[in-house]
Structures are given as C-alpha cells and as structure tokens.
Nanobody, 119 residues
Framework: QVQLVESGGGLVQPGGSLRLSCAASGSGLSINVAGWYRQAPGKQRELVATITNSDSPNYADSVKGRFTISRDNAKNTVYLQMNSLKPEDTAVYYC?????????????WGQGTQVTVSS
C-alpha cells in the first residue's frame, strides 16, 4: 500500500493562510486523482477539492476562490493552498490519492492534519 504523509496544518487567525502538503512514497508510482477532504467535530467527512492527472481541479462551493489544489508529479506530492481562512474551515484535513503502483491500483488516505482557524 502507498503511504501518504501530510504536513502543514496548524493554528491560524481568520483571514490567514496555510498550505497543506501530501507526499506519496514509493517508486513506480503514478497518481490519477488526488483530493483533500475534511472532517469537523460532529460532522461527516466532506470533499474539499480534487485534481485529476490532467490537472483539472474541482472544488466544494464553500472553498471556491479561496483554496487552490495543485500537484507536483515529479515529487508525487499534492498541495492545498488555503487563503482567507474562516473559523468554519476548522477541521481535520485528509488527503486521498488514487493511482497505480507498478501497475496495481491503489487508493490511500493520509493520517490527517489539524487546521484550526481562530482568533
């Protein structure tokens, strides 16, 4: 199974910015679709953004215009740039990567990183 390592979460004031990273380990790896999801306390996990292997992004309405998803194929890394953060963005953020490892399909999740937006 492909391991995903997330980083970049933390505490930020409203209006601030954070950039999350999700690095997939392993040679012979190709990423088809990658996404970021989040789960706030007492709520279900929800989609934040996805990006395909043709760099076509998709965003939840709640983050459009504020968040940007991107990928670096050479580093097998996916990023989520979050600007103009709001208290309602507070959640644990998870990355999800779907692709192939030496031709075999995989679907992996990161361990989650906490994002807290508070003054």
């Amino acid at each position: 199974q492909v391991q995903l390592v997330e980083s970049g979460g933390g505490l930020v004031q409203p209006g601030g910015s954070l950039r999350l990273s999700c690095a997939a380990s392993g040679s012979g790896l190709s990423i088809n679709v990658a996404g970021w999801y989040r789960q706030a306390p007492g709520k279900q996990r929800e989609l934040v953004a996805t990006i395909t292997n043709s760099d076509s992004p998709n965003y939840a309405d709640s983050v459009k215009g504020r968040f940007t998803i991107s990928r670096d194929n050479a580093k097998n890394t996916v990023y989520l740039q979050m600007n103009s953060l709001k208290p309602e963005d507070t959640a644990v953020y998870y990355c999800n990567v779907i692709g192939r490892l030496w031709g075999s399909y995989f679907n992996s999740w990161g361990q989650g990183t906490q994002v807290t937006v508070s003054s």
